[in-house]
DNA sequence: CCAAAAAAACCAACTAGCCTGTTTGTTAAC
DNA sequence: GTTAACAAACAGGCTAGTTGGTTTTTTTGG
C-alpha cells in the first residue's frame, strides 16, 4: 500500500514528531486536556505508542513541545499581520478583526488555554511552560512596539495597550465557550477598536 | 465521640449538601478539574461516597450544583462592591482594585475557569452550564447599567465597557496563571482605570 | 402515645474501563 | 554490526458508577 520510500533516520524523526504534535494540538482543541490522552494522540497521529515514546518519554515532554510549536505559531501569525499593517496592507480596524478572528477560529488559541488551565494545577507542568509563555509575551510585546505608536505616551504606552487588547481577546474568547453570541462579540470588538484608536495608532498612519 | 445532636432530614441533606458542593470548588482551585476525582471530593468532604451519590447520582451533577453556587456567590459578591461604589463607600478606583483582587484571589474565577475550560469539551456539560452563565452575565450587566452611566453613549455604553473592562480581567487572570509579574499586572490596572473613567462615571459622582 | 413500617440518608466494597509508563521484541538506517 | 526508529503487549493505579447493606429520621396505625 504505502509506498516505502527510503527515508533518513532524520527525515523518519521529523515526520513522526510533527505528527505527533500535530495530533497533540488537534486533539487538546477538539476535546480538550481532561479527554486527551497519549494513546488517543498516538492514534490520531498514526504512530505507534512505542513511536511515541520513543521520542516523547512521557505526557509532559509531548505536551511542553506542542506548546513550544503552538506559541511559535502564533507569534508568527500575528507578526504577519502586524506586518500587513505596518506596510499598509491593512488598516487598523481590519487588522482588529483578524487578530480576534486567529484567536477564536485558530486552534492555537484554545489549545494553549487548555494547557494553561492544566498548568495551573501541576507545578511541573507550570515550571516547564513559564519560560515558553515569557517568550512569547516578549515577542508580541516587541511586534506592538514595532507597529503601534502611543497617542500620548504618558497615558498609555502602545505596549500597554495593546496588552490590554489582547486580554480583551483573552476573556472574550473564554466567555465564547458557553456563549456563542455573535451580535455580542461584534459589539465588544466594535467598542474596543473604538477606544483603541483614542490611544494608539499604527506605525504607518501619521494623521 | 461526637455529640450525635437529633437533626432533621433537611438539615443533614442541606449540610451535606452544602460539604460536598464547597469541596467541589476548593478542589478545582487546589489541583484542576483534571485531578479532581469524585472520590477526592468526597474525602475532602468528609462524607461517604454513597452518601455522595446519594444526592448528586454522578460527577457532572456535583460540577453543575457547585458552578450555580459559584456563579451566585460571585454575583453577590460583584453586586455588594457596586452598592458600596453607589452609596459612596468605594470610589472608583478602588472598586475596580478590588473586582481585580475578587477575580485573582477568589476561589470562583479559577474554578469556574476549569469548568468551562472542561465544558469546551463536553457537550452535555456545556449544554448544561450554557444557561447559568447567561444568567450570570445578565445579572452582572443589570449591575453594570445600574452602577455605572456613559460619558457617551454613541460611543461606549456603560454596559459595554463594563463588559470589556470584565473580559480584561478574564484575561489577566489567564496570563497570572503562567506569569505571576505584580508590576505588569498593576501597570495593566492602572492603565485600564484610566481609559475606563474616560468613558464611564459611576452613577453617584457627578463631577 | 408508642411500636413498627417506610423512607431518606449514609456507608463501604466492588467492577469494568481507561490511562500512563515500562518492557520486550522487531525493522530500518547508518 | 550497531544504533535509531518503530511496534505491541503488559502492569499498576486511578476513576466513575453500581450495588447491597446500615443507620437515622419520618410516617403510619393501633
Redesign the interface.
Known amino acids: 500500500m504505502t509506498v516505502s520510500t527510503r527515508r533518513t533516520q532524520d527525515q523518519r524523526s521529523t515526520e513522526t514528531r510533527r505528527l505527533l504534535l500535530a495530533a497533540t494540538v488537534q486533539m487538546l482543541m ?6 486527551t490522552s497519549t494513546s488517543g494522540i498516538a492514534k490520531r497521529a498514526g504512530v505507534s505508542r512505542g513511536a511515541q515514546t520513543h521520542h516523547y518519554p512521557n505526557k509532559m515532554a509531548l505536551i511542553v513541545a506542542a506548546t513550544e510549536e503552538m506559541f511559535a505559531n502564533f507569534a508568527a501569525g500575528i507578526e504577519a499581520l502586524a506586518a500587513d499593517l505596518r506596510n499598509g496592507a491593512l488598516d487598523c480596524d481590519t487588522f482588529f478583526d483578524a487578530v480576534w478572528k486567529e484567536v477564536l477560529r485558530g486552534d492555537w488559541f ?1 489549545s494553549s ?2 494547557i ?7 507545578t511541573e507542568l ?1 515550571q516547564q ?2 519560560p515558553l ?2 517568550n512569547l ?1 516578549k515577542g508580541l510585546e516587541a511586534t506592538w512596539s514595532q507597529t503601534f505608536v502611543s497617542v500620548n505616551p504618558d ?2 504606552t502602545s505596549r ?2 495593546l ?2 487588547a ?7 474568547a ?2 465564547a ?3 456563542r453570541d455573535d451580535g455580542y462579540f461584534r ?2 470588538l466594535l ?2 477598536k ?2 483603541l484608536v ?2 494608539v495608532r499604527p506605525t504607518t498612519s501619521n494623521t
Chains 1, 2 share one sequence.
Open positions: 477538539d476535546v480538550g486536556y481532561a479527554n484554545y488555554l487548555e494553561i488551565v492544566a498548568a495551573r494545577g501541576d507550570r511552560l513559564a509563555i515569557l509575551h497615558v498609555v500597554v495597550a496588552n490590554l489582547m486580554n480583551v481577546f483573552r476573556g472574550m473564554v466567555q465557550v458557553l456563549r459589539e465588544m467598542a474596543l473604538t477606544i483614542i490611544h
